[in-house]
């Protein structure tokens, strides 16, 4: 069956600017969360939705978004873009959050900010 | 606040020597924990999870309650196993949220 699948692979914006990622999970799982990874900081939690609902949410500023749809298919965006913001955006899903299941995760969104 | 450690950035073996990636916790209830490989130009992809105790592509790991870790382990290892091994923490049932370490850059020499 398909995998996790991210759109667009690859991004350059303009500081200022606002981008809007998507994600694809696989058939069946309900769980999509979003991840930031960067060289210094590592892989990041920025939130999770199930069931179209945003359960958890990160330590990121206001500017960082989210929503999933009845599909399960899930955006994030980002506005007033920043250098800083440059990282690869991951999603993962999973088919439900108890015990026992883990994430599956798509190749993710390099996202550069010039 | 839970968090994972990684300590060694690092990790450079032989081929065929021992393999021991490190991992500690810290988390007040009963958490999940995972152990995630990235190979060279893939995707982040589960390697191992605590509560399945199975062996992956050799690889074991076993959660220590009373150290707070879960290192990874293979008795002989593989160029093929040169990647990126990142330790992932999740809290109790209805918890979703993954914490990953910093993680450990695995090299495999001939």
């Known amino acids: 069956k398909a995998g996790v699948t991210q759109t667009p692979r690859y991004l350059i914006k303009t500081r200022g600017q606002q981008v809007t990622l998507s994600c694809s999970p696989i058939s069946g799982h309900r769980s999509v969360s979003w991840y930031q990874q960067t060289p210094g900081q590592g892989l990041q939690f920025l939130f999770e939705?199930?069931?179209?609902?945003?359960?958890n949410k990160g330590n990121f500023p206001g500017r960082f978004s989210g929503r999933q749809f009845s599909n399960s298919r899930s955006e994030m965006n980002v506005s007033t873009l920043e250098l800083g913001d440059s990282a690869l955006y991951l999603c993962?899903?999973?088919?439900?959050?108890?015990?026992?299941?883990?994430?599956?995760f798509g190749s993710g969104t390099r996202l550069t900010v010039v | 606040a839970q968090r994972v450690t990684q300590p060694e950035k690092l990790l450079s073996v032989f081929k065929g020597a021992p393999v021991e990636l490190k991992c500690n916790y810290s988390?007040?209830?009963?958490?999940?924990l995972f152990w995630y490989v990235q190979y060279s130009r893939q995707r982040l992809q589960l390697l191992l999870r605590?509560?399945s105790r199975e062996s992956i592509k050799g690889f074991t790991a076993d959660l220590n309650k009373g150290e707070t870790s879960f290192h990874l382990k293979k008795p002989f290892a593989q160029e093929e196993d040169s990647a990126m091994y990142y330790c992932a923490l999740k809290g109790g049932s209805g918890y979703s949220t993954l914490t990953f370490g910093k993680g450990t850059m695995l090299l495999v020499s001939p």
């Open positions: 939705y199930f069931s179209e609902t945003q359960r």
């Open positions: 988390y007040s209830g009963s958490p999940e």
């Open positions: 605590h509560i």
């Open positions: 993962a899903s999973s088919p439900d959050t108890s015990a026992g299941y883990g994430y599956t």
